[in-house]
């Protein structure tokens, strides 16, 4: 502890010297303890406060928790909240991430409000209960493909196919779900009994009806007992629109995710999905889109060696029209190289095939605009009398691949606002997926750093057994 003095002491006296104006309010040690007379710190309350706290800054986060029970004022100084802000805040994870789920997810879903005295929170206890919080798997089960990697580190690192596609379809869905986790670990070479794991789930079973709650329970119910068997120590289930919205610091709002056979619009308040006033589905999905391109393609003598190229097209050229007619008049023509294939141009075809989401009697289908799926939601959500917050769902998340278009968030919250009466419209804001491909893995992320995850968010093999009162066993024949 003396060399720690030492080598606070020796900053001080190496610091180049100032001169603070004659009109300087930056105080002293002695002056921000006044209400406190008997501390001090000798030769060190000449010193501008201002100066101490830099140097503590200067210090390791541990080497400043070590100053505390050198005296009172240490103490005191060693736990101020702006000092371990600081160290957050130049911390790997995002600052605004850090204080979202501090304040909004630390106590776990239920959520509580806090209208106007949100609780204080002590920076350096979180910073303390951050470290200790164990990495986890992260596993976004995705509809087009699963992104996978380790909460560590800043991005996925690895896609495969989603569970739907290992095994054969009619083998039962617990051995289907055993292959699919195991390829998963294999790849990460990492053992299922070493961390916990948070499972981003497709939103399946949508309907608010007894058969459709059966079915989710015995979904989850296989999904846990096979990570369990493979004794993983806890798992944290999560829905994938939720955690999209989680992305956009956002416990409540209306998910709109474009998968990749549908599009889903899903009210969400408080990190719940609201079954209940009801979920809207589109028939369109990412890969109509796909399909549409490569119609139109085909129709002007364009030639590709795969599906894959269609998507890369469509990734790389595709945006959504603000106004449609008025692009059609417009010269949109482009070109992008795809590797192996070479170089392709496309015109009106960029903004048309993002069109059918809007108008989708262009492809010949029969089904709602996404426009209006969302304004049926809303008017649903607006009609709901449960809440206190009455905007709660006028924060619109884009999520998945095809609703990163250049374009459609804008398009989409034009589109809501001209067929919604003002009382529900007023104050609409569509927000594009937040971290892109990847939105509903980073919300895992934000989850799985928050200093009471395992404790608030986790399930123990324990707790399962004690909720489902059965073995994992007796699923065996059912799946």
Known sequence: MAMLLKKVWDSVLNRPSTSPSPTSSISTPREFSSNHESLSLGELDRIPIDIIMQILKILRPREVARLSPVCQYFRILAADNRLWMFFLQNGKESWDSVVFSETHLRSGPPFKTYYDNPPQLSFMNIYAQRNLIPGSVIIDGGSGYCKYGWSKYASPSGRCATFLEFGNIESPMYARLRHFFSTIYSRMQVKPSNQPIILALPICYSDDTETARASRKQYMEAVYSVLFDMNVPAVCVIDQA????????????????????????????????????????VGQGALKLTGFLKELMQRQGITYESLYTVRTIKE??????????????????????????????????????????????????????????VGLCMDHCYNADFVTDENWYKTVVLSGGTACLPGLAERLEKEVRNILPKAISEGIKVIPPPYGTDSAWFGAKIVSNVSTFTDAWCMSKKEFRQKYKHSASSLLGTW
């Open 316 to 373: 790389k050229l595709c945006y959504v029209a603000m106004d449609y007619d008025l692009e059609m008049k417009k010269d949109t023509k482009a070109s992008c190289e795809v590797a192996g294939e070479g170089c392709f141009t496309l015109s009106k075809e960029r903004f048309q095939t993002g069109e059918i989401l809007f108008q989708p009697q262009l492809t010949g289908a029969r089904v709602m605009g996404l426009q209006q799926a």
């Open 242 to 281: 939720v955690l999209a919205l989680y992305a956009a610091k956002r416990t409540s709002g209306i998910v709109v995710n474009v998968g990749f056979n549908v599009t889903s619009v899903i009210p969400i308040h408080r990190g719940k999905v609201m079954r209940d006033i009801g979920i809207e589905t």
